[in-house]
């Protein structure tokens, strides 16, 4: 495999010149004590994984109960050398910008500058409404990540930031301590205008299915076909203008020594009927079969969307951990 990990993208030209290397990332769905912190993130550093990642949820649904992300990543860095830290994502409504903004520059200082800053519009209405937080429609809520992307990029640059939009004002603020890079901006995106929001102002673009106005995520077996993917990338490269942004996705293996019955079973197991194996096996962000079959499709899948950024749950790192040293490069 060594000949292929660094050759130039194939059909669709979605990037230039030579490929980005992978990157994999552990979310920490099951941390719920100290202990799990400390032992899942030393866990993450030993096997490989270059990132540890928490949700931000303050409901017990979808993912069970979460520590607070920002202290609890802060936490992490003291007991880790060199994996990186990153929210995935946080929800832009529960936090000021400029509050955000001191926040991720004191974490990144305090962690050696390891911190990634995952933003998104926020999305899960029954949090909202469990807070007694107004779940304002999605125009207006992506209207806000807008602004604060702005804000965000702007403080941490280490810039004087002056702002006056329809949902924020600043006005002469600089962050402390001050950065010495910006840390990278991240934006899980489904919708058009989201990816296109995301290709504007974030470094890393995680590609995801649409949010829905009930407060879901889609689980409509066409947001997971390759041609709504390709599409979502094509959007995500036409808003960045030429810069060069990292591609990722969260997804859950399923390990076998036959991809097909693998496949079989994730399509049992979404809801779609065994008869989907098929869909399951060309979906970007399925990945099924034994290690080596698992690395083949993200090298085939880099080359044609450009995905170089994994994440998975911690539930599979160990049995993941198998295909790191196969696209290591």
Same mark, same amino acid.
């Given at each position: 495999m060594s000949d292929s990990r660094q050759r130039a993208s194939g059909g669709g030209g979605m990037l230039?010149?030579? /490929? +980005?290397?992978? !990157?994999?990332?552990?979310?920490?769905?099951?941390? #719920? %004590?100290?202990?799990?912190?400390?032992?899942?993130?030393?866990?993450?550093?030993?096997?490989?994984?270059?990132?540890?990642?928490?949700?931000?949820?303050?409901?017990?649904?979808?993912?069970?109960?979460?520590?607070?992300?920002?202290?609890?990543?802060?936490?992490?860095?003291?007991?880790?050398?060199?994996?990186?830290?990153?929210?995935?994502?946080l929800a832009n409504d529960y936090r000021h910008p400029v509050l955000l903004a001191k926040e991720a520059a004191t974490l990144d200082h305090l962690s050696g500058g390891r911190f990634e800053l995952g933003v998104g519009a926020?999305?899960?209405?029954?949090?909202?409404?469990?807070?007694?937080?107004?779940?304002?429609?999605?125009? /207006? +809520?992506?209207? !806000?990540?807008?602004?604060?992307?702005?804000?965000? #990029? %702007?403080?941490?640059g280490g810039r004087k930031t002056d702002f006056a939009g329809d949902h924020y004002r600043v006005g002469g603020l600089t962050a402390f301590p001050p950065p010495g890079r910006r840390p990278p901006i991240v934006v899980g995106a489904g919708s058009r205008r989201m990816l296109g929001i995301a290709g504007r102002y974030a470094d890393t673009v995680g590609v995801l299915p649409r949010a829905l106005p009930d407060g879901t995520i889609s689980e409509e077996v066409t947001e997971r076909r390759p041609a709504t993917i390709a599409r979502k990338v094509a959007q995500v490269r036409e808003a960045a203008g030429g810069r060069d942004v990292e591609l990722s996705m969260m997804v859950t293996p399923a390990f076998g020594p036959d991809p097909r019955r693998a496949a079989a079973r994730v399509a049992v197991l979404r809801g779609w009927g065994a008869s989907a194996a098929g869909l399951v096996l060309g979906m970007p962000s399925q990945f099924v079969g034994p290690p080596e079959h698992i690395a083949e499709q993200m090298l085939t899948r880099r080359d044609r969307y450009g995905f170089t950024y994994y994440q998975v749950p911690d539930t599979v790192m160990d049995e993941f951990a198998a295909v790191i040293p196969l696209l290591a490069g």
């Open positions: 230039t010149g030579m /490929t +980005r290397n992978f !990157r994999f990332g552990v979310v920490g769905e099951s941390i #719920r %004590s100290a202990a799990d912190l400390t032992a899942t993130a030393r866990r993450a550093e030993d096997l490989g994984y270059d990132v540890l990642v928490l949700r931000d949820h303050f409901v017990s649904e979808p993912f069970g109960d979460q520590l607070a992300p920002m202290v609890a990543l802060a936490s992490a860095a003291a007991v880790t050398s060199t994996l990186r830290l990153g929210t995935m994502v926020g999305w899960l209405r029954d949090e909202y409404e469990a807070a007694g937080m107004p779940f304002d429609g999605a125009g /207006t +809520r992506v209207d !806000r990540l807008e602004e604060s992307l702005q804000i965000l #990029r %702007s403080l941490l």
